[in-house]
């Protein structure tokens, strides 16, 4: 474990050089030491985010986008993905000041565009269950705007599945003051949690994002293909958006297509990109 410390504390560089109790496990280590790297990030102007487009499946055009928030690279180091690192934010509460910076940067960013004559679309900004849990959401969202000065119309929210049926009272009431406010809210990763009807339609999401692990296998797996084609319905029917995550192919695109799926994300139009990089996805036509 001595040895492991050391490791950690060197691989952190003699900046950001600290000390492990002996008794810390392995994996403790890990977690303490990504923790500390979150913190420096916040501190330092470490983190930057991407912006991976959505098409209309009809237009073949840019309707939008999600911000996905990223760790800058340190020493050349290829970064952690946000796979590893948003767990540790949301556990250390790290999650709070960080959701509230890429909410910000996400808005300053849109507006910026807008104000460069792009064409205006929604930015889409995922929110932890953390977050979301706070009473204080609603009112980080309409400061975000305030300082932004973009219009809420041009604002989206993720928020997943698992998250809002596990705090179902309480996202009602905060899905009615975002409402208010006049952002959008989308259901992220939707078919990985477990929803109920009858709270579906209660929360009433202007849309459903359909996970990736259902579209992967389209349009061969017969069980994949059942289920999105039945989300696509239930969002007809509910009056909801619906889109697609993880596009990676032609075929499932057009297995999309087919079945009246309003918007598609993915590899096969774009990877996430930098600010920069993405303004040249305004005019295109895929
Ligand atoms: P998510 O919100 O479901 O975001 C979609 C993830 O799928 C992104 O991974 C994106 O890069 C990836 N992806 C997009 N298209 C494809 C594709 O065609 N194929 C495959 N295999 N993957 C694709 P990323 O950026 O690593 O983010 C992973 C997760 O981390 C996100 O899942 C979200 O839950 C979380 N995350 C990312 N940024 C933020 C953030 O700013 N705040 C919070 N709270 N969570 C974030
Ligand atoms: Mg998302
Ligand atoms: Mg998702
Ligand atoms: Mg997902």
Redesign the pocket.
Known sequence: HADAAMYYAKSLGKRNFQFYAPTMTHEAMRRASVERQIRIALEEGGFT??Y?PKIGVRSRRLIGF?????LKPVDGRPPL???EF?PI??DSGL?VP??TW??NE?CRQNKAWQNAGYLPVPVS????A??FRSSEFAATVRQALKSTGLNPAYLDL?I?ETTIMQNFEHGVTLMRQLQAIGVGVSI??FGTGSSSLSKLKLFSADTL?I??SF??DLPHDRDDAAITSTIIELARNLDQKVVA????TQEQLAFLQEHGCDEA?????S??LSAQRFEALYGKQW
Not at 66 to 70: G, H, I, K, Y
């Open positions: 985010v991407e991976q999600e911000a996905l928030v990223r993905s946000p796979v948003i934010a949301e999650i960080l959701g890429v909410l996400a900004v995922n929110v932890s953390v977050q993720e997943t992220d990763d994002k996970d990736r579209i992967r995550e993880g596009v990676e994300q993915g590899f096969f139009f990877a996430p």
